[in-house]
């Protein structure tokens, strides 16, 4: 990228080309001119130089405007030019010498007298040529035209040279800051054309001819005078109130958190500071001071969660936050802010080595005020508590913007501000006071200022909550595991509200059954079950209304421990109402009298909906996943359920050095039963079995389908004279069950019992150890069936 000419260097350097022409002229004119001069040659200089020193002069919107232009007028028809270039010399040093700042740019100086040569040089050519065309009327004709090129003249150089020096266009400058003062010359013209014919006549008409003008211009002035006051407080209020409008503007960005009113005004007064340290002038000073202020008012075009995230961005969020410097540029355009303003908020996060953003900037590229609100920026947010990070002490912060000289930021300006830090930190609204010989990373302590207006807070609020309920929903959408979900919702609620008991509540029929609790009070709510249109809970659940700090007493739960029940005092109970309906309620349980606030209710309420969904997707994902380890028809687990239950009893039992049972049973008879009294009464005979064999284990045994008519049994601990036992049990259940059903003896159980870790070390073997004894049963008992069919035949004969 081909390097910018720094515009300051252009400034001075069309400074430096004006006096040197203005030289050029007065050293030919000098030498040109050696006419006399005369009383009114003295004359008009005294009254020149003591109108500058009195500070005498037309109103204007910025100040005022020398008069010696008047004297410069009346001086051209009397005077030589010579004398005439003294007299407007002599006015616009002195002027200028008055109006400069504490520390004088002599290069200004210079400029300014060298434009008023240049001007009066033409205003005489351009007289000098009318009374040559005109004789007879000439007077008349060339002072209106001298005041207009001298005007012309001096005003346009003047208007270019502000246009350069504060960027800004010179259409615009001259427009607002010039134009509207050419009357003021053309009045000077009458005035001078008065000055000039008056000499001709004698005194005692000229007193008559100047006292009531004098009196009426006097007159006319004051209410002129007058006027521009009160138009000039009125501007001041205007730009007053556009300050203040400002500053609420940009304190309504930056309250992602409540940020007190005097960090932005700390930020300004260090911007300030450090500007006049670097050399700035007081237009440059003004711009900063604005930018200061509106220098993230970009970011309302960035998603709150990404300037809000606590951690490292990710490339895809850090491209979506760099637009902001161009769109706060584009927004302080569009208000009408001088362009200075946006170009120092559209340059403020480049950096010193290109590296920065949004246009690359390198070294002097970057504009020296956007330089200097890049220091003075990191500086202060450093030493700013943030609600992701504890501020630095002020000596730590500027120890981190001095390794950042020559890196991001301008080595000059870094050198400037570690000279003026303190200081300014010592003026600041606000300050800081931080021990910088405290090793330990320190927070900040700020003395009391203002307090930031109601406004912000309600913003600050919004937003906040809009963030936890934007957390709210990771978390809830995080995992399928309800159980999980709540215990991480609850976690993160009691950083919000002061609450000691959660229960969430689930619609089970027409009742309320409490199905999480955390917290506690865990033994008053466990297994409690509350009636729908009843009590303050169910009134809720049917009516879809929550109630914040009701009685928790409006339910029945004194019955079921007193103390604990007393000593509850507010409620807050919110309805859960999912796409398919009330799913439930979510209670929030204090021992303080109105413990909760509306903030907490809309904060819950935000999230109702999201959570309804979640406890509704949980129970859809229980019920998949039970199906996919539940037998549909018996309500055992599977085949996938038992391996995983075998792998781990196994496991378990290795560790421990403990038995295991395994007992697998198949039902004799079965396919029978569906042949002869259909399928229906086969799948009722399988639901029979698995009931009674639920009911014969113990609390700590497994019973599993593995599908048919084949079940198994693991049994901890489990004795093989235990096992022989329970299995004649079983049989004799299962032949009890097939008389029940089908009215005669149509069905058995056989059964093959393996041990570990007698008769195997792995699932896989155990099983086909068990099932190669239940076959080896079954045929058994099928050849003593057979054996027995004809004696049966003979003794009923």
Known sequence: ??????????????????????????????????????????????????????????????????????????????????????????????????????RTDWLSLLFQVAVWVIGIEAAHAAYEQVLAALPGIGLAAAMPLASIVLFLVTAFPLAAATSLHERELLRRVWKNRYLWSLPYYMAGAAIAGLLATLPRISWSYSALIIVPAALLVYYAYRLQLESLARERQHAEELAAMQLNMVEALALAVESKDVT??????????????????????????????????????????????????????????????????????????????????????????ERWDGTGYPAGLRGEEIPIEARVLAA????????????????????????????????????????????????????????????????????????????????????????????????????????????????????????????????????????????????????LFHGLALRMNSGVTGRVASTLRPVLNAPPTGDPIAHRNPVAASALKSALIIPLDGPGGLVGTLNLYSAKQEAFTHAHLSLLLAISSKLAVSVENSARFQ??????????????????????????????????????????????????????????????????????????????????????????????????????????????????????????????????????PRDGQTAEELLARADSKMYGEKKDRKQAARLQAPAAREASA
């Open 623 to 756: 019920e998949a996943e039970s199906r996919a380890t539940v037998d549909f028809l018996t309500g055992l687990p599977n085949a996938g359920a038992l391996f995983l239950h075998l792998q781990n009893e196994l496991a378990r039992c290795a560790r421990t050095d403990s038995t295991l049972g395994l007992l697998v049973c198949d039902l004799d008879g079965f396919k029978g039963v569906n042949d002869q009294f259909g399928h229906l009464a086969g799948n009722r005979l399988l639901q029979l079995v698995a009931q009674g064999l639920r009911e014969n284990c113990r609390e700590y045994d497994f019973v599993a389908r593995m599908g048919g008519d084949e079940f198994v049994l693991v049994l901890p601990g489990v004795t093989e004279e235990a096992v022989a036992t329970r299995l004649q049990r079983l049989r004799a259940y299962v032949e009890c069950c097939g008389i029940e059903l089908c009215g005669e003896k149509v069905v058995s159980l056989s059964g093959g019992a393996a041990f570990y």
């Open 1 to 102: 990228m081909r390097r910018l000419e720094p515009v300051q260097e252009q400034s001075r350097r069309f400074e430096w080309t004006v006096v040197g022409t203005a030289l050029v002229w007065l050293a030919v004119q000098a030498y040109q001119d050696h006419e006399s001069g005369s009383l009114t040659y003295v004359l008009y200089l005294v009254l020149s130089a003591l109108s500058a020193l009195g500070r005498f002069g037309l109103p204007t919107v910025s100040g005022n405007i020398s008069v010696s232009f008047i004297f410069v007028l009346a001086a051209m028809p009397q005077l030589p030019l010579t004398e005439t270039l003294a007299i407007g010399i002599t006015g616009a040093a002195i002027h200028a010498l008055q109006n400069s700042p504490p």
């Open 260 to 349: 007190p009113l005097t960090d932005l005004q700390r930020m300004a007064h260090f911007a300030e500071g450090l500007g006049r340290a670097v050399g700035l002038e007081d237009e440059q000073i003004k711009a900063l001071r604005v930018a200061a202020v509106l220098h993230d008012i970009g970011q309302v075009a960035v998603p709150d969660h990404i300037i809000m995230k606590p951690g490292r961005l990710t490339p895809d969020e850090f491209q979506r936050l760099k637009v902001h410097p161009e769109v706060g540029a584009q927004i302080i355009e569009q208000a009408g802010f001088p362009r200075l303003v946006s170009e120092i908020v559209r340059a403020h996060h």
């Open 376 to 523: 003075v920026d990191m500086l202060v947010a450093l030493n700013t508590e943030r609600r992701y990070r504890r501020a630095l002490s002020l000596d730590e912060a500027m120890e981190r913007v001095r390794q950042e000289a020559g890196l991001g930021l301008d080595p000059m300006v870094v050198a400037r501000l570690e000279c003026v830090y303190r200081k300014l930190d010592m003026e600041a609204p606000g300050r800081t006071v931080a021990a910088a010989s405290v090793p330990a990373p320190a927070p900040a302590v700020r003395s009391p200022g203002r307090c930031a207006p109601m406004f912000l807070h309600a913003i600050a609020e919004a937003r906040r909550e809009e963030q936890l309920v934007l957390e709210f929903s990771q978390i809830l959408g995080s995992s399928l595991d309800l159980e999980e979900t709540l215990n991480a919702l609850a976690r993160r609620l009691h950083a919000q509200m002061p609450f000691e008991t959660m229960v969430l509540f689930l619609k089970q029929g027409d009742q309320l059954r409490a199905s999480f609790i955390e917290g506690q009070n865990y033994t």
